[in-house]
């Protein structure tokens, strides 16, 4: 069965509790940890945006689990920081660190006062800066012109183990480009036969043979009515497609979006129920997959109670 890991969504939550709640998820049973990484929340209910790197310290310090964040360098972040940081992290803390690298949205990198380039440019983007950092993780100094420059770079602490370097994609274009340079992928779920597609793209890529992992968003409370009114306020501005929700510059904006999204509608993005079998059998399906690794993300903004229920009882049962 895959490794199930626990979501971390600075959107929602304040660092602080969100350190207490993965502490909670390691002693309920989860195997491992995923981060996001923004700037903004995605609506002004969620209402958070934490710092994910230094998030990362104190949680790599004061757990064992093995922890992935996402990140887009190339905009908000230069390469050769992003090489520094993981470098840092992963010296630290050996063989727990992993990064998904992708293209970003507008939402984060806005704030750098820089145009927001078109896909295939930001495409290109990210994969100068997958160069950059993988060369200054292996020792050398790099000097680049290109989308990104780079003078002269060299990180002076290495780990002795570089991080995995993983790709995101939610389309299969995405996934078959990233099979070229990644030694993995993390999506997110999506009705099965677009998740086959996604998955043989990026094997067809080259990515055949490498990890894949998987980010699904769920919504549990004892009650069903209750699940997905808590679905629909904290994730109703998270169910529009590309490119509108890689283009949509601020909070206050995605709330606009979201006005007309109807509490029926959350079904197609967020796994909803109050029954843990039902959650046993979804997390199955994705297993049978070839997801050799779960990261479930609870969307709503108290996590306790359903790391508790899945610790008793989805976990448990996935694993017999």
């Not at 994969?127 to 003078?151: F, K, N, P, Q, Y």
Request: net charge negative; glycine share 10%.
């Amino acid at each position: 069965m895959p490794v199930v890991g626990w979501h971390a969504s600075h959107e929602q939550i304040p660092p602080s509790r969100l350190l207490t709640d993965l502490r909670h998820a390691e002693s309920a049973g989860f195997e491992a940890a995923w981060s996001s990484d923004h700037f903004s929340p995605w609506s002004e209910r969620q209402g958070e945006s934490g710092f994910a790197l230094s998030w990362l310290g104190a949680a790599l310090a004061t757990t064992s689990l093995p922890i992935g964040f996402v990140n887009a360098p190339g905009q908000r972040y230069h390469p050769a920081i992003v090489a520094q940081g993981l470098g840092t992290l992963a010296e630290m803390f050996p063989g727990r660190l992993s990064v998904a690298l992708g293209t970003g949205e507008f939402s984060n990198e806005h704030i750098t006062g820089d145009g927001w380039p078109d896909k295939p440019t930001r495409n290109a983007r990210l994969r100068e800066c997958v160069d950059v950092i993988r060369a200054l993780l292996a020792g050398e100094e790099v000097t680049h012109h290109g989308l990104v420059r780079v003078d002269r770079a060299r990180l002076w602490t290495l780990p002795a183990e570089p991080p995995r370097l993983l790709a995101t994609a939610v389309c299969a274009d995405t996934a078959r480009r990233a099979g070229e340079w990644a030694e993995g992928l993390i999506t997110i779920w999506q009705p099965a036969d677009r998740l086959r597609e996604v998955v043989d793209a990026f094997r067809e890529g080259g990515g055949d043979g490498r990890p894949l992992a998987l980010q699904v968003h769920v919504s549990w409370a004892p009650d069903e009515d209750e699940a997905l009114k808590i679905a629909h306020d904290q994730w109703r501005t998270n169910v529009f497609e590309a490119p509108l929700c890689w283009d949509i510059a601020t909070a206050e904006e995605f709330d606009l979006a979201a006005k007309h999204v109807r509490p029926e509608d959350m079904r197609g993005n967020v796994l909803i129920g109050s029954e843990p079998a039902r959650f046993v059998e979804w997390l199955g399906e994705a297993a049978d997959l070839g997801f050799g690794e779960i990261y479930v993300h609870h969307v709503g903004k108290e996590q306790r109670p359903f790391l508790d229920c899945f610790g008793e009882h989805v976990l448990p049962e996935l694993r017999s």
